[in-house]
């Protein structure tokens, strides 16, 4: 099971205000890092990963300028 961000920019977003930042790519890498919430039988909410979190390499990440109104779809993966 996947998801999909949606990100609007209220105001123009720049390197100096807070743009958001993405490595070139990285949605095609494949995803084995997964998080799962269940109730156990007291309501209780478990949240279990099924392995360590990657370090993921952002050494060639870009910047995402964009100007106010654009819209930045966040891939799933």
Not at 51 to 58: G, S
């Amino acid at each position: 099971l996947s998801c999909v961000g949606f990100w609007i920019a209220l105001d123009d977003a720049t390197k100096e205000n807070g743009a958001l930042y993405a490595v070139p790519v990285s949605h095609k890498l494949e995803v084995d890092y997964f998080m799962k919430r269940k109730i156990d039988e007291n309501g209780k909410i478990i949240t279990a990963f099924n392995k360590l979190k990657p370090d993921y390499d952002t050494s060639n990440s870009v910047c995402l300028e964009a100007k106010q109104g654009d819209l930045v779809i966040l891939h799933g993966s």
